[in-house]
């Protein structure tokens, strides 16, 4: 399984961005999720959606701003992320947990197949 993450950059505080994240397994069933990190500091949890798209899991401190969806006729997994603020800025990974119908978790030791990251910078 293959990921290829897309859509980073740079966008002034209060925009809006969209991250894709493209799977490159037809039918993938296990669970995506995005991730996170910011220069000098340790990957966080984002969100993540398990196969049918509408069990979700949000970082508490984005639920509500952040919202991740899943297309699985395209194959990707979006992030859109609305009202950023200078302490968005890192860089986004997605992940995927290639155990079909694997649920949505918040540990980065649930996934298996990692993103090259795609760069997100909220200037102010």
């Known amino acids: 399984v293959q990921l290829q993450a897309s859509g980073g950059g740079l966008v002034q505080a209060g925009g809006s961005l969209r991250l894709s994240c493209a799977v490159s397994e037809p039918f993938f069933s296990g669970a995506m999720g995005w991730f996170r990190q910011a220069p000098g500091k340790e990957r966080e949890f984002v969100a993540a959606?398990?196969?049918?798209?509408?069990?979700?899991n949000y970082a508490t401190a984005l639920k509500g701003r952040f919202t991740i969806s899943r297309d699985n006729a395209d194959n990707t997994v979006n992030l859109q992320m609305n009202g950023l603020k200078r302490e968005d800025t890192a860089v986004y990974y997605c992940a995927a947990n290639s155990k079909p119908w694997s649920m949505a978790r918040s540990s980065p030791d649930e996934y298996n197949h990692w993103g090259q990251g795609t760069e997100v910078t909220v200037s102010s």
């Open positions: 959606v398990a196969w049918g798209g509408k069990t979700t």
